[in-house]
């Protein structure tokens, strides 16, 4: 059965920290990883990796596939109190036209 | 230029009861598909459609039903709903299937 896992569940850092979240999935046919941050309620688009070993990034945002770990990580530094968000982790298989989502890592950035 | 709207934004219903839900796409975007998410959880996919025709169809009884129109706005139906159809669903749309998706903000149902 495909899954997607990510962790940790939640977690509460100050402004300023730097922050790391993971994501580990099991799917049959993999195409591509995507990353999400949903801050109330319609989830927004972050990054999409289909290459192992090429980072992409955007700002503070940094994210990289690992497919030989069957992982990816989110990077995020210099945090400040608008990154506190839900961020989702989705595996996307060839063939299919949909996106399996894990659970979400909450993020809260406190001043 | 408008992103994905959908209508209500909130909805009470009595379980037994039937609801619509409604998604318009961003002006171009052919494909509109439909996840559940329950508190606490990710999305999850319940429907896809691409000019005007299913594509895919998620792990959903048949109590949820969709529709898509020649405009490609959507409809979701479900029937004699229950307590846990409780949820945020959202819709998204993309320009064609397998292209990057961009989510409304959802109608949240509660069903009492």
């Known amino acids: 059965e495909d899954k997607v896992v990510q962790s940790p569940l939640s977690l509460v850092v100050h402004e300023g920290d730097t922050v790391t979240l993971n994501c580990s999935y099991e799917v049959t046919n993999f195409r591509s990883l995507l990353w999400y941050k949903q801050e109330k309620k319609a989830p927004t688009f972050l990054f999409m990796l289909t290459s192992s070993g090429i980072e992409k990034k955007s700002g503070r945002l940094s994210s990289i596939l690992d497919k030989k770990e069957l992982s990816s990580i989110l990077n995020i530094t210099a945090t400040q109190t608008g990154d506190s968000a839900i961020y989702l982790c989705a595996v996307e298989r060839a063939g299919a036209n949909n996106l399996f989502f894990g659970t979400g890592t909450r993020l809260t950035v406190i001043p | 230029d408008a992103g994905v709207t959908q209508s209500p934004t909130h909805l009470i219903k009595t379980r037994g009861q039937q609801v619509t839900l409604r998604c318009s796409p961003i002006?171009?975007?052919?494909?509109v598909s439909w996840y559940q998410q329950v508190l606490g959880q990710g999305p999850q996919f319940i429907f896809q459609y691409y000019e005007k025709e299913e594509r895919g169809r998620g792990n959903f009884p048949d109590r949820f039903s969709a529709r898509q129109f020649p405009n490609y706005s959507s409809e979701l139906n479900v029937n004699a709903l229950l307590l846990g159809d409780s949820a945020l669903y959202l819709c998204?749309?993309?320009?064609?299937?397998?292209?990057?998706?961009?989510f409304g903000s959802g109608t949240q149902l509660s069903v009492l």
């Open positions: 002006s171009g975007h052919k494909s």
């Open positions: 998204a749309s993309s320009l064609a299937i397998r292209e990057k998706l961009f």
